[in-house]
C-alpha cells in the first residue's frame, strides 16, 4: 500500500512537469514542419517507397552500400544493420518511384552493383507502398484520431459531466503530444522514422489512458457526496468541511495504487519486447512504453488535478458574481 500523498495541493508542481516534457516537444514538431513538412518523420508507409532487406555472405560497410544507391539513382535511401533471426540484414528504404519499369530497372542495376562490388546476397524481402496508397493511410490515420476524440468526449459527457470530459481530453492531448513531441526529435536525431504501427501505437495509448483517467474519475464521482461533510484536521485538531479538492485528492489516493501496479505489469511487458522483440517492431514498442508512461502520469497526476482547478475557478466566479 503506497503513503497517502497530497496530490492537489501540489498541481503547479505537476502541470511545470508536463510542460518541461511536452515544450520540446512541440519545438521538434516545428522543427520536422521545417524540414520534412510534415509534424514527423514519415516512413514509407506514408510517403510511398520501398523496404529491401538483403543478407550478405560476408560484412558489409553501410556506407558503401549508401554510395551504391546514390551511384544507380536511389538518393536519399536510408541503409540501416538490423539483426533478424541472429544474423545480420542490411536494411534499405528507398524512394517511391512513379514509373514502375523504371523501379525494376533500378533494382536490377543495384542488385548488379551490389554483387559486383561487395559479392554474394540473398533478398529476404521486397516491400513496396505507393505513393498514393501513403496519403490516403495518413489521412485514414488521422480521422481514426480526430473520431476517437470526438467519441470519447461524447461518452464521458454522458457518462459523467462536461467539466469531467474537458479534463479527461486534456489529458488526452498531453499523452498524444508527450509522444509525438518525443518521436519528432527522434526523427530529427537519430532519423527515426513513423509508420502506420504508430498510429496504431496512439490509438492504443489513448484507450489505455482514458480508461485509467475514467478510474479515478469515477472515484471521485463516487465520492463527490461527501463535499461539504465535516471532518477533523489530522495537525490542528479543529472541525472543517471537506471541499472538492479533498474528495478529489482521497479519490485519487484510493486508486493510486492500482493505477500504478497495473501501469508497471504494462511497463515490464513492453520493456521485454523492446529488449528482445525484433527490429520491425521495436519502434512501435517504444511509442507505447512512452505512451502508457505518460497516460499513467496524466490520470494520475494531469487529469484530476485540471478537474479540481476548474471547479475552483468556476465556485470563485460564483462567488464574485453574488458579491
Partial sequence: ??????????????????????????IGIAMCLYQFHSPLKLGIDFTGGSILQYQFAKPVELQKVRNILEETGLTGSQVQLANIAGKDVIVMRTKALTD??????????????????????KVLSVDKVSGVVGPELLQNGLLALLLTFVAMVVYIKVRFMFDYAMCAIAALVHDVLVLVGIFAILGLVIGTEVDSLFISAVLTVIGFSVHDTIVVFDRIRENSKYVGSKTIDAKS???????????????????????????????ITLTALYVLGGVTTRDFVLAMLIGIISGTYSSIFNASCLLVWWRELKANRKTRLAN
Fill in 1 to 26: 500500500m503506497l503513503p497517502k500523498v497530497n496530490i492537489v495541493k501540489y498541481r503547479p508542481f505537476w502541470f511545470g512537469i508536463s510542460l518541461l516534457i511536452t515544450i520540446p516537444g512541440l
Fill in 100 to 121: 514502375e519499369k523504371q523501379d525494376e530497372q533500378i533494382k536490377k542495376k543495384l542488385n548488379e552493383e551490389l554483387s559486383n562490388q561487395i559479392g554474394e546476397f
Fill in 237 to 267: 485538531g479543529e472541525q472543517q468541511r471537506r471541499t472538492f479538492g479533498d474528495i478529489a485528492n482521497e479519490s485519487i489516493n484510493q486508486t493510486l495504487t492500482r493505477s500504478i501496479y497495473t501501469s508497471l505489469t504494462v511497463i
